[in-house]
């Protein structure tokens, strides 16, 4: 290619708005599997351009960013919220302008939210109203899950049409609120095998229904009513035996799975092991139950911290999540974000099955990963780009449209401060709510400028959203990271706990204090009939994360579009001299 820069093409005043062309100089870009340093050029919403100053021509115009000593990160995906979602007498108060609004602040740029249906009505119909809902309001893109909560041949006919028609490709299944949303076991089999034949994913909220139902009943005829009995209701075993059970009933009906809101270690143990027996499972956990645990709530406060499942009373609980995400046990964390105020809640003081189940989390979801993961040294950068986007963009096959600093993505993109500092509080939080579970918390890791689709809606505490400027993005059925697994095309490694790529595993075992007992399979476990397991982790895997030196994050499937977009070349408007591409390693 000539060293002489070729003309620029005259670009319409319209599109030499700031807004529409941004470039972004002197930052370290992490992409999940690497980091490196580079400048992005952005126009019309998608990044045209990724690499070196010296590879590039920038046209007059645009607006320049400086993120010297900054990350240039992919936005975060929320998987898990319910914005103004119904729930028996009440609606949750962060509707899908404030609850995307509060987003957007803290450096998330997708959600993913759940149409929750009243048993016997349309999964279309209600797939409609939370559209309605959501299309005039939301500030950042959007995509929906559909939960099943009733059976019927007329439900599993619109599972088809919303597969094939409306762009959804996740449903989410009930084991608890009997008698409300609750699926058995046959019914369960049932969805499952008609999710698989559809080539979708399987989600499923996982507590045991029955002895949630039968503990609420014998609690409160012993006169336990406050809100410290919900969690007797539900304790740690109840998750951990309906996780065990959906991943069996799931892996019967070879349909991969997606385990919502994991709040207990014993739970993200038996997800680790049922991956390494080679099932198709994948595990999230909140950023309430890594930020939280009971056990600094007080009495009178807790009524404000109830969700379900629970999170836990166990001050080690949120490190033990937190090191289940670092070694792939867990792959995704969410927020469940579903809020209530505080005269809502309190009407199940006296009686803590009225508590309205919810608690903030979508605005600090990403700092409060940061400040437990990178900045405590269990995660790394890459990892952390992993856990709060990537993956969930591969599991529900929006990527790399999503989830990745590369040149053809949206440009949803976080300039993250590593080293910036803030403190979390009702009184500057963005939420409808009027409390903040996690007050007063000082974190680490702030999104200083955020971007959503090339338009700068965030820059240094200052948030600038307009109603309905996002999306709806439609999701495609058969996700090949999940159904390659299915379909046996990604080895699952073989454990070889003395090393791995990053050097001496057992080593970094030891940096994280976990203990590597003998492994054993899944269907070992069951044969054993083994209780759930309440000392150290005895989970053991080669893809271990931590602090780890170097750049290169050692995550077992990524792939770059850089080549394939590169091959059409960049718009006339820039000047590329030298294109980055290549071809990139992974079972891709």
Known sequence: MSGSPK????????LQSAQNRIYIKNGEIVNHDKSFKADVYIEDGVIKFVGPATDITIPGGVRVIDAAGRMIIPGGIDPHTHMQCPMGDHVSVDDFYRGTKAAVAGGTTMIIDCVLPKKHESLVEAYDNWRAWADPKVCCDYALHVGITWWSKSVSEEIGILCKELGVNSFKMYMAYKGLYMLGDAELLDVFERIRFLNGIALVHAENGDIIAKNTKSLLADGNCGPEAHELSRQEEVEAEAVHRACILAHQMKTPLYVAGVTSKSSAELIGRARRSGYSVFGETLASSIGRSMSSVGKAERVYFITSPPIRMSAETPRQLMKSLAYDDLQVTGSDNCTFNKKQKELGLSDFT???NGVNGVEDRMSVVWEKGVHQGVLDPC???????????????????????????????VIWNPQGTRTISKDSHYHACDYN???????HGVAEYVLVRGRVCAENGAVRVAEGYGRFIPMAV??????????????VPEEHPEENQNGNLAKKFAELDILIPEEKTMSALVAENLPIMTGHSPCSTPSVRGRVDGKRDMQESSFSISEELDKSGVRSCIKVKNPPGGKSSGFW
């Open 383 to 413: 990892r952390f780009v992993a856990v709060t986007s990537t993956n969930a963009a591969k599991i529900f096959n929006i990527y790399p449209q999503k989830g990745r600093i590369a040149v053809g993505s949206d440009a949803d993109i």
């Open 354 to 356: 009225k508590i309205p």
């Open 437 to 443: 579970i996690f007050e007063g918390m000082t974190v």
């Open 478 to 491: 058969r996700p090949p990271y999940v159904y390659d697994i299915v379909k046996e095309k990604v080895h």
């Open 7 to 14: 003309p620029v093409k005259k670009v319409p005043i319209h």
